[in-house]
């Protein structure tokens, strides 16, 4: 089987060698780009776009090299979300990283004010999401407790909302346990300091993965309300395909292999990682764990 093709596309005009790189997984991702990605021919100087196409069969490709992607790299096969992330990582030449999905609309002008907070903060951030309606989507997540996943997905956002979905409503950075990978951005040293993606998440899970390494590296997970794009945010497992499923369900077995103590509730979680507990929960964690 045939690794990769690669082929790669230089925007006219766009000579300065860039400080910011921006990372794109795509599969059959040809309506999301031509919807979301529209205005990256006005990408500015210094800023790359590398689009990792995992064997679409859509034509996801050659829509990215008309929208005026940098760097156009083709699979054969999907090798998944974390491993193609990791291929665009390598090919990127940027000091600055975003991993941004198809379905997000980037504004452009934000990303100096990223990487500022980024530096500033020792930090992996994201800009607030926003929903096409343009009200707050809550990107940032707490603790990933199993429970709450549940939860989340049975639709009962309104006992979630500030213990596991969160979105920042002040003009402040606001530390969350995890970042939606729909949108993660900060230093290729930052990247490199935890080993970027885990390709042994093929898909879901990766985000909290990469996220809780980050605060074990001593590094902060945060919003950043200043910046706010729009994300299309369309789940796989809302539809009626297997696939998805299946995928989610290994992942999860995974993740929580690797963390059990998100099996066991928000109390032990907070004990486990105290440093997330307080910074991104304050003194609400800290009673829990003295009542305990």
Not at 93 to 101: A, D, L, P, W
Request: charge should be negative.
């Amino acid at each position: 089987m045939q690794i990769a093709t690669r082929v790669v596309f230089l925007i006219e005009g766009n000579k300065r060698e860039p400080w910011c790189s921006l990372i794109t997984v795509t599969y059959n991702s040809t309506a999301a780009l031509e919807e979301f990605w529209c205005g990256a021919h006005d990408m500015p100087e210094g800023v790359e776009w590398i689009v990792v196409d995992n064997g679409s069969a859509d034509g996801s490709a050659e829509m990215a090299r008309s929208l005026g992607a940098t760097v156009v790299i083709e699979r054969d096969f999907n090798l998944g979300f974390s491993a193609a992330n990791n291929e665009g990582f390598r090919q990127a030449r940027g000091e600055f990283i975003g991993f941004v999905n198809p379905d997000i609309k980037i504004n452009f002008s934000d990303l100096e004010n990223l990487c500022s907070v980024a530096k500033a903060q020792n930090a992996i951030v994201s800009p607030q999401l926003l929903n096409a309606d343009g009200t707050l989507q809550p990107n940032g997540r707490g603790f990933p407790l199993l429970v709450d996943k549940i939860r989340n997905r049975l639709g009962d956002e309104a006992r979630l909302l500030g213990q596991y979905l969160l979105y920042s409503e002040s003009s402040e950075p606001r530390a969350v346990c995890w970042l939606m990978g729909a949108s993660i951005f900060g230093t290729r040293t930052t990247f490199e300091r935890i080993d970027a993606w885990d390709p042994h998440f093929f898909l879901y899970y990766e985000d909290k993965d990469i996220c809780l390494r980050a605060w074990k590296a001593d590094l902060s997970v945060l919003l950043v309300p200043a910046a706010q794009w729009v994300h299309g945010w369309a789940r796989e497992t809302t539809t009626a395909s297997a696939t998805p499923w299946k995928r989610e369900l290994a992942s999860m077995a995974k993740f929580y292999s690797r963390y059990p103590e998100f099996l066991l509730g928000r109390t032990w979680a907070a004990r486990v990682h105290p440093r997330i507990g307080s910074e991104v929960f304050g003194t609400h964690v800290k009673r829990a764990i003295r009542t305990a």
